[in-house]
């Protein structure tokens, strides 16, 4: 009998204990459902209302028709084409130079092994003081070189870092047996890094071109105002403007687009992933 009830209490003491990780789990995630509610879905509610009623005060319902104005704004047009350039551009370039530094310190090449912490240093150095030290370099460019160069210089870090994790996950024996083979060292990247870290490397890219929509901070520190050159003129700043006007119509459309553009691309993304690396 005794023993019996030392194994129910046992039993009670577990399921308590049980009870208690099952309630820490859900009074977290709870809390961070409730934050994402109140600070994400609920103001993004808000601004899809704004973008279709014809203005604060009266708050006519429009439909589309702020979506039809918007979508003939030329400045709209302009930022939208100067944002999806950076992409072209930069987004590739980035990739391109995170991989190869990555595979460099894979392969463990001494100089940048002891300069590997400095790949990290864009993470963490303040904005503004960047910009001042990027002004000084391109002093009186008004190209979008500057920009370009600062988004790539701020965003390989992170890129370094994933790669890394993902070169360092490959097992040497799969490589050591395509020595074997008599597969060359352009082969063995081709046919097996590659493809093993290929969704790692479509993560980066996804995460590069969402970071590319957050580059409105160094551009309005560097050219100092509001408008800049047309060729750096992007989708930040045209919302910043009409927020600065007050017009929320096109503030709320435009971030409506933005938002349904960025989901068309990630989906883009998760889909080529799922089709060619299951």
């Not at 003081?129 to 210089?153: A, D, H, K, M």
């Not at 800049?228 to 910043?240: A, G």
């Amino acid at each position: 009998m005794a023993k019996q009830k030392r194994l129910s209490n046992q039993k009670h003491v577990k399921v308590r204990r049980m009870l208690t990780w099952n309630g820490k789990c859900i009074l977290c995630i709870g809390l961070s459902m409730i934050g994402t509610l109140f600070f994400f879905i609920i103001p993004y509610i808000r601004v899809l209302y704004y973008s279709l009623i014809d203005n604060q005060f009266r708050r006519n319902f429009v439909g589309l028709a702020n979506f039809i104005e918007t979508l003939r704004n030329k400045y709209f047009l302009l930022a939208l084409k100067n944002s999806l350039l950076l992409i072209v551009i930069c987004v590739p370039v980035l990739i391109l130079l995170a991989l190869v530094i990555s595979l460099a310190l894979a392969y463990g090449i001494r100089l940048l092994k002891k300069t590997r912490v400095a790949f990290i240093l864009p993470m963490i150095l303040p904005t503004a003081s960047v910009v001042l030290v990027w002004r000084s370099i391109f002093q009186g460019n008004e190209s979008v070189l500057p920009i370009y160069t600062l988004f790539i210089w701020k965003n390989i870090g992170i890129c370094i870092v994933l790669l890394s994790a993902a070169f360092s996950s490959i097992d040497r024996e799969v490589y050591e047996a395509a020595s074997l083979d008599g597969t060359s060292s352009l082969q063995l990247h081709r046919y097996i890094t590659v493809p093993l870290i290929a969704p790692t490397i479509l993560f980066t890219v996804l995460l590069s071109i969402v970071n590319s929509f957050k580059v409105f901070k160094e551009s309005y520190l560097y050219f100092g105002g509001k408008y800049p050159p047309e060729s750096s003129y992007t989708l930040q700043y045209y919302m910043n403007n009409n927020f600065l006007k007050l017009d929320y119509q096109a503030l709320a459309t435009g971030a409506i687009l933005t938002s349904i553009l960025v989901f068309l691309i990630v989906l883009a993304g998760l889909a080529l992933q799922r089709r060619f690396y299951k």
